[in-house]
């Protein structure tokens, strides 16, 4: 629900004028999901939030029905016209607007609103800055009951990929077939028996399939693990209710003894694992010290892999943010595919996952991490420090 109380402090205290969250055919999906706005949504609408005084609401018509629930005035328009004078009158007084608007495009999370309605609102004299950081404090913050449940579902992952690895070595050791495929539907029947869901089916990759990030078995697709082959799983799943926050982890293993582990392996897998450790330790010594934001910490994370030579191989973001959804509203850790400059606040959630990809393998370490008042919590517990024999 709206804090227009606590948003006005913010706002004052940022020197921004308001906060205009503007929508067309529910594409600004930040402001649908803070104003709460349900069902069919097919015209134009804005709410603005003022530094001071009540919120308003200029509103379709013939939609008014589903704005009621919020706070302000509420102003039906029917034509563009008379939507664009009310919008002018709205923001005549008014000077340094928040938008879900992203300078350059440099973070498209935030940037939801149509070139063609800046220009109009910039027309009227206003001058617009990004809301990210607004969304990231009144959006993606956990409450402490998220937070729990968050790390309930963490935990019962953990146990999940323990039985999963275990399941591999069981039937290699037997020699009995095992795919990708089977291993990830095993997963899944997991989360079944825990009452878990998740967005998209888990990852079992072996090998030159674990070095494609975002590979998928399926039942048509999928290969046999076999004695020496590298093994990634990643699964991440959430509580079967609406204030479910997701887990999310990466582990490695190797259908073999730690003798047999390729050294290449080994090599590849230490300099990911400093990579990842050295993201923790920068948040945890700067962040009482002065902002920190998430680009920031993809470059701290970065550097390990580039002065190691495999910077060419690190084709993907450090971490992306973690909610309700596996891929929350809140700040990545990402300076290589957008330009993340959102500041990392109390209650947000992230995932940490640094990784090596080359046409024969893959490899992936994966953590996630909530700021807290007293710093930076690993809350998938315990990190993997080398690849695990499975036999």
């Given at each position: 629900?709206?804090?227009?109380?606590?948003?006005?402090?913010?706002?004052?205290?940022?020197?921004?004028?308001?906060?205009?969250?503007?929508?067309?055919?529910?594409?600004?999906?930040?402001?649908?999901?803070?104003?709460?706005?349900?069902?069919?949504?097919?015209?134009?609408?804005?709410?603005?939030?003022?530094?001071?005084?009540?919120?308003?609401?200029?509103?379709?018509?013939?939609?008014?029905?589903?704005?009621?629930?919020?706070?302000?005035?509420?102003?039906?328009?029917?034509?563009?016209?008379?939507?664009?004078?009310?919008?002018?009158?709205?923001?005549?007084?008014?000077?340094?607007?928040?938008?879900?608007?992203?300078?350059m495009g440099r973070l498209p999370y935030i940037g939801l609103v149509d070139a063609g309605t800046v220009e109009m609102v910039r027309s009227m004299g206003v001058e617009i800055v990004s809301s990210?950081?607004?969304?990231?404090?009144?959006?993606?913050?956990?409450?402490?009951?998220?937070?729990?449940?968050?790390?309930?579902?963490?935990?019962?992952?953990?146990?999940?990929?323990?039985?999963?690895?275990?399941?591999?070595?069981?039937?290699?050791?037997?020699?009995?077939?095992?795919?990708?495929?089977?291993?990830?539907?095993?997963?899944?029947?997991?989360?079944?028996?825990?009452?878990?869901?998740?967005?998209?089916?888990?990852?079992?990759?072996?090998?030159?399939?674990?070095?494609?990030?975002?590979?998928?078995?399926?039942?048509?697709?999928?290969?046999?693990?076999?004695?020496?082959?590298?093994?990634?799983?990643?699964?991440?799943?959430?509580?079967?209710?609406?204030?479910?926050?997701?887990?999310?982890?990466?582990?490695?293993?190797?259908?073999?003894?730690?003798?047999?582990?390729?050294?290449?392996?080994?090599?590849?897998?230490?300099?990911?694992?400093?990579?990842?450790?050295?993201?923790?330790?920068?948040?945890?010594?700067?962040?009482?010290?002065?902002?920190?934001?998430?680009?920031?910490?993809?470059?701290?994370?970065?550097?390990?892999?580039?002065?190691?030579?495999?910077?060419?191989?690190?084709?993907?973001?450090?971490?992306?943010?973690?909610?309700?959804?596996?891929?929350?509203?809140?700040?990545?850790?990402?300076?290589?595919?957008?330009?993340?400059?959102?500041?990392?606040?109390?209650?947000?959630?992230?995932?940490?996952?640094?990784?090596?990809?080359?046409?024969?393998?893959?490899?992936?370490?994966?953590?996630?991490?909530?700021?807290?008042?007293?710093?930076?919590?690993?809350?998938?517990?315990?990190?993997?420090?080398?690849?695990?024999?499975?036999?």
């Amino acid at each position: 629900m709206l804090d227009i109380d606590r948003i006005q402090t913010y706002l004052k205290e940022h020197e921004l004028d308001g906060w205009l969250m503007a929508d067309f055919h529910a594409r600004n999906d930040i402001a649908v999901e803070l104003l709460e706005l349900k069902g069919v949504l097919t015209r134009r609408s804005f709410y603005f939030i003022p530094a001071e005084g009540e919120p308003t609401g200029l509103i379709p018509e013939i939609e008014k029905s589903k704005f009621t629930h919020l706070p302000g005035e509420l102003k039906p328009f029917a034509g563009y016209r008379e939507m664009e004078r009310e919008l002018a009158n709205l923001l005549e007084a008014h000077k340094w607007v928040a938008m879900e608007y992203s300078r350059m495009g440099r973070l498209p999370y935030i940037g939801l609103v149509d070139a063609g309605t800046v220009e109009m609102v910039r027309s009227m004299g206003v001058e617009i800055v990004s809301s990210a950081d607004l969304v990231a404090a009144f959006q993606a913050r956990l409450t402490e009951a998220q937070a729990a449940l968050h790390r309930e579902a963490a935990d019962i992952l953990m146990e999940i990929k323990d039985g999963a690895f275990k399941l591999i070595a069981d039937a290699v050791s037997n020699d009995r077939v095992i795919t990708e495929y089977d291993v990830s539907r095993h997963i899944l029947g997991k989360f079944k028996e825990n009452d878990l869901v998740c967005e998209y089916n888990p990852i079992c990759a072996v090998d030159a399939n674990a070095g494609n990030p975002h590979y998928q078995p399926t039942a048509d697709k999928s290969e046999c693990i076999a004695r020496g082959n590298l093994i990634l799983i990643d699964l991440w799943a959430k509580h079967n209710i609406p204030d479910g926050i997701y887990g999310d982890i990466t582990w490695m293993a190797y259908a073999g003894t730690r003798e047999e582990i390729p050294e290449k392996y080994n090599k590849m897998f230490d300099v990911i694992v400093r990579a990842r450790d050295a993201a923790i330790t920068f948040i945890e010594e700067n962040m009482r010290q002065r902002p920190v934001y998430g680009s920031e910490v993809d470059d701290a994370c970065r550097a390990i892999i580039e002065e190691a030579g495999y910077g060419e191989y690190f084709t993907h973001r450090t971490g992306h943010s973690i909610g309700t959804h596996g891929h929350g509203s809140g700040p990545n850790i990402d300076n290589l595919e957008t330009e993340d400059r959102r500041l990392l606040q109390s209650g947000h959630l992230f995932s940490i996952e640094p990784g090596i990809y080359m046409d024969d393998c893959g490899l992936r370490t994966e953590i996630d991490c909530l700021i807290t008042d007293d710093g930076c919590e690993v809350t998938t517990l315990p990190k993997q420090t080398c690849i695990l024999a499975l036999l």
